[in-house]
């Protein structure tokens, strides 16, 4: 299974592209979309057609996004939720499903503490991902949405394969 992690962003968006097969995970790709144009509306035109060409090019099976937090600035938390409607948007075209994570969240799942600095991050996604190379501190959050998404979607199959034990034992 490929799994799409996307770390939102007006500016600079984060994705990464990982592959979970029998438990492990692999690094397929990584990048960051960076966006092109003078007014808001361009700007949004340019991620929306980079992350479709990523999601062209790699065939994920799954993707997910990383929440955002509201800051002091409501017109800048504005713009980055307008940013994180295209990375939902994208994925949702191509007929994925799309999990939603938490910045804390997606930290604990990967270095094991809600509140971890992104030089944590990137050294742990560098762990669990031995020999990648990262494209930038946005590309390895995406990294790391992809692997939180990667441990859910394993916990989420091993529910169910007890769950249906459990019902063929009745």
Same mark, same amino acid.
């Given at each position: 299974m490929r799994v799409l992690g996307i770390d939102p962003g007006l500016r600079n968006l984060g994705w990464g592209v990982i592959e979970v097969h029998k438990g492990r995970m692999?690094?397929?790709a990584n990048g960051i979309c960076r966006s092109e144009g003078d007014d808001l509306a361009a700007r949004l035109l340019s991620l929306h057609g980079q992350l479709t060409q990523v999601v062209a090019g790699h *065939?994920? =099976? %799954?993707? $997910? @996004?990383e929440q955002t937090f509201v800051n002091k600035d409501a017109v800048a938390t504005l713009k980055l939720g307008q940013a994180r409607a295209v990375a939902l948007l994208v994925p949702a075209q191509a007929g994925l499903t799309v999990g939603e994570y938490a910045p804390n969240a997606v930290k604990k799942a990967v270095v094991g503490v809600g509140h971890?600095?992104?030089?944590?991050?990137?050294?742990?996604v560098r762990l669990h991902?031995?020999?990648?190379?990262?494209?930038?501190?946005? *590309?390895? =959050? %995406?990294? $790391? @949405?992809?692997i939180c998404h990667a441990f859910q979607l394993q916990s989420a199959g091993?529910?169910?394969?007890?769950?249906?034990?459990?019902?063929?034992g009745r």
């Open positions: 692999r690094h397929i *065939a994920p =099976d %799954a993707a $997910a @996004v971890a600095a992104k030089q944590q991050i990137d050294h742990m991902l031995p020999g990648v190379a990262v494209a930038g501190p946005d *590309a390895a =959050d %995406a990294l $790391a @949405v992809a091993r529910l169910a394969a007890a769950l249906a034990a459990a019902e063929a």
